[in-house]
C-alpha cells in the first residue's frame, strides 16, 4: 500500500465549531478537547492559521 501525506498542514482555528470529531479521529490521541478551555482569543487575525511548524515548536506551547 502507499502512504499519503498531507501537502500542507494548516490548521483554520477560526472554522472551530469544538465538536470533537478531530479528537475522535486522531490516531495518536494528539489532539485533546479535555482542558476545559472552549474559548480562543488573539488580537489578529492571522494567529488563527497555525502551521505544523508552529505546532511542534516548544517555544510556541500554549501561545493560542
Do not use: Q, S, W
Not at 28 to 40: F, H, K, L, Q, W
Amino acid at each position: 500500500t502507499i502512504e499519503k501525506y498531507p501537502e500542507r498542514f494548516d490548521i483554520d482555528l477560526l472554522r472551530c465549531v469544538y465538536c470533537g470529531l478531530c479528537e475522535e479521529a486522531c490516531p495518536c490521541d494528539a489532539i485533546r478537547m479535555d482542558t476545559g478551555i472552549y474559548e480562543i482569543v488573539a488580537d489578529a487575525r492571522e494567529k488563527f492559521f497555525v502551521d505544523k511548524d508552529f505546532l511542534l515548536n516548544d517555544e510556541t506551547r500554549g501561545t493560542l
